[in-house]
Structures are given as structure tokens and as C-alpha cells.
């Protein structure tokens, strides 16, 4: 698709902003709003607040865009250099139904993307929070607790995914980059989610692939992704909220399950960083996925929020499961605070660091970033904010690579809608 067709696709998508107030009767049922009231949203509740009055269809959309001040080095001095100019926008059109009592439907489509030159259905799903279309109170008390989701969409691995950027959604982020290991992959799924007196469960599994088909080779060992999660998160007083939680993540394929790092197909936030003068580089450059076999996953979260102060974390490890072995090990602590008279400032820092072995006992390989910036949300679905990201590549693991002596650091000031 040529420039032109996308900047008219972003200016569409803009238009539609004015929407928002319009749909604001249109409220659909266990849903998470968009904008700020999405804010510190993971997964949807089982407050039934919403009455069903029939099939809604609620138009949304996301638009992201960048003015991006980053310089970068290695030590073989191979680097592109990079100037201080606009990001390419992003967009993204979400369709959400109604369908029935307890029903909804969720399609995402990118229709400005930096890794796609058209337009890209990013996923859609289906969410089940009653299942009175089968027989009026069918399994009731059951679905009190539950909610089954079934599509071709994000599964529901770690928290991390519930406020990374997805290509133009950024209005959850409080800074522009995701996390160095992004676990987030669009693949065939089903979950149940169990929620009851704040503990929480899910159990689900997805088929392991990204891009999806049914050929069989010589090559093919596909296996089946099975992935849950356990916590508590409970708002304990007026002041404090706490929240903690476990995920896990199992695909004993060879030719499965090597996506849950490299499933996101908008591309990394950060434009052209480690690219070299003769090579070039992917459009996923400042990320990093160790593209592990027979991959298993464990990520914790917790999740603090006392008055206007909040703290997220993570620490995840992810081993290779094939007999040369090596692991990764993530890191990050995030530090928001948020301040006005609606929460509509906010100051905050984040650290991440991943280190590990592509093999076992093989040569350490650690990457760190530091981000600090800040905010402002002009109104609930308009949001401003600048970042300072200063990212570094250390240890002998990346010796004759480009990535040795690697590092970028700069400035990023991104504008972004979301209703």
C-alpha cells in the first residue's frame, strides 16, 4: 500500500474520533473501556452492570505517531545514523459486538502498521460471560466465575501484554517501547478464566502457530501451546490495591511455540535502531526473542497501587527445551505516579533488563534499558507523553556482532488516541 493510501487510512481513523461520544449509550457488557478508563484494566470483570438490549456494534479506533530523536553506536561503527524526525503513524480499527446477553465479539485490524505495507487483521475473539444462548441459566452459577474466551487473537500469558503498546494503541503504556522480551503472540486459542473474591485462574491453549496452515512435512513437529495463569488482585481499601499473579507457558514442538516473543506483527517502537549501513536490519530491532524449541515460560507480575503511586513488575524465565539447552532471564520494575485532578499527569521510570545463553554454558548475552518520561491526558481518549530511552548491549555474548559495543539512547515524544 503507498504512503498515500495509508495517511488517508490514518486521517479516516482520525475522523472517527468524534465517535466516541457518540457510542457513549453504546455500552457493551464485561468490556474494557477504551482510553483512560481502561487504565490498570487486565482482565475483564464479572460485574454484570451493563443490561442487554439487543445487537450493539461499537466502532473504535487507535492512532499512534512519533517524533523520535535517537542516536545509536556499536563498536565496529557500522550503524546507520539516525536523525530526529516523524514516525510513519500508526492506526488501528476495532470492531466490537454485542451479540447477545453475555456475548461479545472483538476484531483488531492495523490499518497502518510499520511492518506491514497494507492493511493487516491483527486477531478477533469471541468472549463468553453467560451462556444463556444455549438454554436460559444454563450452568448460571458457573458462569457467576467465568468467562470463556475462543479466536485467533492475543492468549492470556502474563500481564505485561495488558499495558504494552499493541501498534497504535498506546493510550496504556505510559511510556512509547514495550519490554525488551515482549510476550505477546496472536495464535489459535481457547481459555476459561475463573474470577471470584479477587483470586483469579486461567487454563487455556492455543495450537503454537503464528502463521497459520495445515501443511505436514519432514519438518513439521507441531505440538499444542498450553499456558495459565494463578493470582489475587484486590482493591483492599480506598487507598491500596494489590494485585500478584503466576503465568506459565509449555510447547514441547520444535517447530511450534518459538512466537511468544516474536508474535507482534506492528514491529518494534523504537525506528531503524541497530540497523547497519550494509545489512540493514528487521523492523523488530531493540527487542529481543530467543526463538527457543520446546519453549517453557514463566512470568510473575506484581502490581502495587497505593492513592496516585503505582508499581509494576515482572521477572520471567524462559528455557529452550532441546538438548543444547539455554535460558533468559527478564527482569523489570516500572514506577508510575500519577497526579491532577483526575490522575491526568503522571512522572515515572522504568528498568529492564534480559540476560542468559543461547546454549548452556555458552557465552552471557544481557541487554538493559532504562526509560523515564512523562505524560498528560488531555482528555480520557487524547494522550501526550515523552520519554527518555537509553538501551545497551553487554557481555561477551555479542562479541563480532553487530550488537557489540551496541547502545541507543534519545528522546521519543509520542500523540496518541484511543476510543
Same mark, same amino acid.
Request: charge should be negative; charged fraction near 20%; aromatic fraction near 12%.
Given at each position: 500500500?503507498?504512503?498515500?493510501? /495509508? *495517511? +488517508?487510512?490514518?486521517?479516516?481513523?482520525?475522523?472517527?474520533?468524534?465517535? =466516541?461520544? %457518540?457510542?457513549?449509550? $453504546?455500552?457493551?457488557?464485561?468490556?474494557?473501556?477504551?482510553?483512560?478508563?481502561?487504565?490498570?484494566?487486565?482482565?475483564?470483570?464479572?460485574?454484570?452492570?451493563?443490561?442487554?438490549?439487543?445487537?450493539?456494534?461499537?466502532?473504535?479506533?487507535?492512532?499512534?505517531?512519533?517524533?523520535?530523536?535517537?542516536?545509536?553506536?556499536?563498536?565496529?561503527?557500522?550503524?546507520?545514523?539516525?536523525?530526529?524526525?516523524?514516525?510513519?503513524?500508526?492506526?488501528?480499527?476495532?470492531?466490537?459486538?454485542?451479540?447477545?446477553?453475555?456475548?461479545?465479539?472483538?476484531?483488531?485490524?492495523?490499518?497502518?502498521?510499520?511492518?506491514?505495507?497494507?492493511?493487516?487483521?491483527?486477531?478477533?475473539?469471541?468472549?463468553?460471560?453467560?451462556?444463556?444462548?444455549?438454554?436460559?441459566?444454563?450452568?448460571?452459577?458457573?458462569? /457467576? *466465575? +467465568?468467562?470463556?474466551?475462543?479466536?485467533?487473537?492475543?492468549?492470556?500469558? =502474563?500481564? %505485561?501484554?495488558?499495558? $504494552?503498546?499493541?501498534?497504535?494503541?498506546?493510550?496504556?503504556?505510559?511510556?512509547?517501547?514495550?519490554?525488551?522480551?515482549?510476550?505477546?503472540?496472536?495464535?489459535?486459542?481457547?481459555?476459561?478464566?475463573?474470577?471470584?473474591?479477587?483470586?483469579?485462574?486461567?487454563?487455556?491453549?492455543?495450537?503454537?502457530?503464528?502463521?497459520?496452515?495445515?501443511?505436514?512435512?519432514?519438518?513439521?513437529?507441531?505440538?499444542?501451546?498450553?499456558?495459565?495463569?494463578?493470582?489475587?488482585?484486590?482493591?483492599?481499601?480506598?487507598?491500596?490495591?494489590?494485585?500478584?499473579?503466576?503465568?506459565?507457558?509449555?510447547?514441547?514442538?520444535?517447530?511450534?511455540?518459538?512466537?511468544?516473543?516474536?508474535?507482534?506483527?506492528?514491529?518494534?517502537?523504537?525506528?531503524?535502531?541497530?540497523?547497519?549501513?550494509?545489512?540493514?536490519?528487521?523492523?523488530?530491532?531493540?527487542?529481543?526473542?530467543?526463538?527457543?524449541?520446546?519453549?517453557?515460560?514463566?512470568?510473575?507480575?506484581?502490581?502495587?497501587?497505593?492513592?496516585?503511586?503505582?508499581?509494576?513488575?515482572?521477572?520471567?524465565?524462559?528455557?529452550?527445551?532441546?538438548?543444547?539447552?539455554?535460558?533468559?532471564?527478564?527482569?523489570?520494575?516500572?514506577?508510575?505516579?500519577?497526579?491532577?485532578?483526575?490522575?491526568?499527569?503522571?512522572?515515572?521510570?522504568?528498568?529492564?533488563?534480559?540476560?542468559?545463553?543461547?546454549?548452556?554454558?555458552?557465552?552471557?548475552?544481557?541487554?538493559?534499558?532504562?526509560?523515564?518520561?512523562?505524560?498528560?491526558?488531555?482528555?480520557?481518549?487524547?494522550?501526550?507523553?515523552?520519554?527518555?530511552?537509553?538501551?545497551?548491549?553487554?557481555?561477551?555474548?555479542?562479541?563480532?556482532?553487530?550488537?557489540?559495543?551496541?547502545?541507543?539512547?534519545?528522546?521519543?515524544?509520542?500523540?496518541?488516541?484511543?476510543?
Amino acid at each position: 500500500m503507498k504512503t498515500s493510501i /495509508k *495517511i +488517508a487510512l490514518v486521517a479516516f481513523l482520525v475522523s472517527l474520533a468524534g465517535l =466516541g461520544y %457518540a457510542q457513549e449509550s $453504546r455500552q457493551l457488557q464485561f468490556f474494557r473501556p477504551a482510553g483512560q478508563d481502561g487504565l490498570n484494566v487486565f482482565e475483564t470483570g464479572k460485574q454484570d452492570t451493563v443490561p442487554y438490549t439487543g445487537l450493539k456494534v461499537r466502532l473504535g479506533g487507535d492512532f499512534a505517531m512519533q517524533f523520535q530523536g535517537i542516536d545509536q553506536e556499536n563498536a565496529g561503527d557500522t550503524l546507520v545514523e539516525l536523525g530526529s524526525n516523524l514516525n510513519l503513524p500508526t492506526a488501528n480499527l476495532n470492531v466490537d459486538v454485542q451479540l447477545y446477553d453475555g456475548v461479545r465479539m472483538h476484531l483488531r485490524t492495523y490499518l497502518s502498521a510499520r511492518h506491514h505495507e497494507e492493511s493487516w487483521v491483527k486477531g478477533g475473539h469471541i468472549q463468553m460471560d453467560k451462556l444463556d444462548f444455549i438454554k436460559p441459566g444454563f450452568l448460571e452459577g458457573f458462569m /457467576k *466465575i +467465568a468467562t470463556i474466551r475462543v479466536g485467533l487473537d492475543e492468549f492470556n500469558y =502474563g500481564d %505485561a501484554h495488558f499495558r $504494552r503498546t499493541d501498534n497504535a494503541r498506546a493510550i496504556y503504556n505510559p511510556f512509547v517501547g514495550n519490554y525488551i522480551m515482549d510476550a505477546f503472540s496472536t495464535e489459535a486459542f481457547g481459555e476459561v478464566t475463573l474470577q471470584s473474591n479477587g483470586w483469579l485462574g486461567v487454563i487455556g491453549v492455543t495450537n503454537g502457530k503464528l502463521n497459520q496452515n495445515v501443511v505436514v512435512n519432514d519438518n513439521t513437529d507441531n505440538k499444542l501451546s498450553f499456558f495459565g495463569k494463578l493470582g489475587y488482585d484486590n482493591q483492599l481499601n480506598d487507598d491500596l490495591r494489590l494485585r500478584l499473579t503466576g503465568s506459565w507457558y509449555i510447547n514441547k514442538g520444535t517447530s511450534t511455540g518459538g512466537y511468544l516473543y516474536g508474535g507482534d506483527r506492528g514491529g518494534s517502537r523504537y525506528y531503524s535502531v541497530m540497523h547497519t549501513l550494509v545489512q540493514g536490519g528487521s523492523d523488530f530491532e531493540g527487542r529481543f526473542n530467543p526463538r527457543f524449541a520446546e519453549l517453557t515460560a514463566i512470568q510473575i507480575n506484581p502490581f502495587i497501587q497505593y492513592q496516585g503511586l503505582e508499581f509494576f513488575g515482572i521477572y520471567e524465565v524462559a528455557s529452550n527445551g532441546v538438548d543444547n539447552g539455554g535460558s533468559f532471564t527478564q527482569v523489570a520494575g516500572e514506577v508510575i505516579y500519577r497526579f491532577g485532578g483526575q490522575d491526568q499527569l503522571y512522572v515515572g521510570g522504568r528498568y529492564n533488563t534480559v540476560s542468559g545463553e543461547m546454549v548452556e554454558n555458552g557465552p552471557t548475552m544481557s541487554i538493559n534499558r532504562v526509560n523515564i518520561g512523562g505524560g498528560w491526558y488531555l482528555t480520557k481518549n487524547v494522550m501526550a507523553k515523552v520519554e527518555y530511552v537509553s538501551q545497551k548491549y553487554e557481555d561477551n555474548g555479542w562479541g563480532g556482532t553487530k550488537y557489540q559495543g551496541g547502545k541507543f539512547n534519545g528522546i521519543n515524544i509520542e500523540a496518541t488516541i484511543g476510543f
